[in-house]
């Protein structure tokens, strides 16, 4: 799939790219992005959520009541979590791991599912490579609205770390800068306008493919 490079200003720079089809044209597998989000949303958890259990209440350890002949069942403590106030049984602990193992190749094909869909659709676009002197919000903002990205959730993909889009980028709501070697499914699907930097593509192809 060929697509035109545009500048930082919307206009066409007279060049076109090729999108390897290995990673913006195969058949999607639903399922490996099913598996591929549902392990980010996993790895998001803090498991740090508590509940103390009948050993942790502070109560009193006296036996409340005779054991036999009172018609209802045993109880040893009133810290039991049969009554109100005691513990909780088998409550959640902390530390807790909620992570999702995925092998290499499912996470490959989950991105490459997410990459391909965006661009059948026609939500991909590719700029020449850029940098901005200083961190400014307006610059990057100007640039979206090139783009007619600035009212849409947008992800630029760089080939490197630049201090001074990220800086510029992180104070618009819908708008994020993503470095290629971090791209995540999740983050895909959640764009609804991907930016590639022309350099980026040779670095998906070594990566990703």
């Given amino acids: 799939m060929k697509i035109d490079v545009l500048n930082i200003e919307g206009k066409s720079t007279g060049r076109s790219v090729e ?35 009948k050993g942790e209440i502070t109560g009193s350890t006296k036996k409340i009541k005779r054991q036999k002949g009172t018609g209802t069942a045993r109880a040893g403590s009133i810290k039991s979590g049969l009554f109100r106030g ?4 088998f409550g959640p602990r902390a530390d807790r791991n909620y992570n999702l193992k995925l092998n290499k190749k499912v996470k490959q094909l989950a991105r490459a599912s997410a990459l391909s869909t965006k661009a059948k659709d ?31 959730k ?3 993909v760089l080939s490197e ?20 070697k971090d791209l995540n499914t999740f983050q895909i699907l959640d764009a609804q306008s991907i930016i590639l930097s022309e350099g980026v593509i040779e670095k998906m192809q070594e990566s990703f493919a």
């Fill in 19 to 53: 999108l390897p089809s290995e990673i913006f044209g195969v058949e999607p597998n639903d399922h490996a992005v099913y598996l591929a989000v549902k392990a980010y949303h996993a790895a998001q958890r803090q498991g740090t959520h508590k509940a103390k259990e």
């Fill in 86 to 89: 005691g513990g909780r049984m």
């Fill in 122 to 152: 026609g939500k991909i676009v590719v700029i020449e490579d850029f940098t901005f002197d200083n961190p400014k919000t307006s610059n990057y903002a100007g640039m979206l609205a090139s783009l007619s990205a600035a009212d849409k």
């Fill in 154 to 156: 947008s992800l630029l």
């Fill in 161 to 180: 770390y630049d201090k001074n889009l990220l800086l510029s980028s992180r104070n618009l709501k819908k708008a994020q800068v993503v470095n290629a």
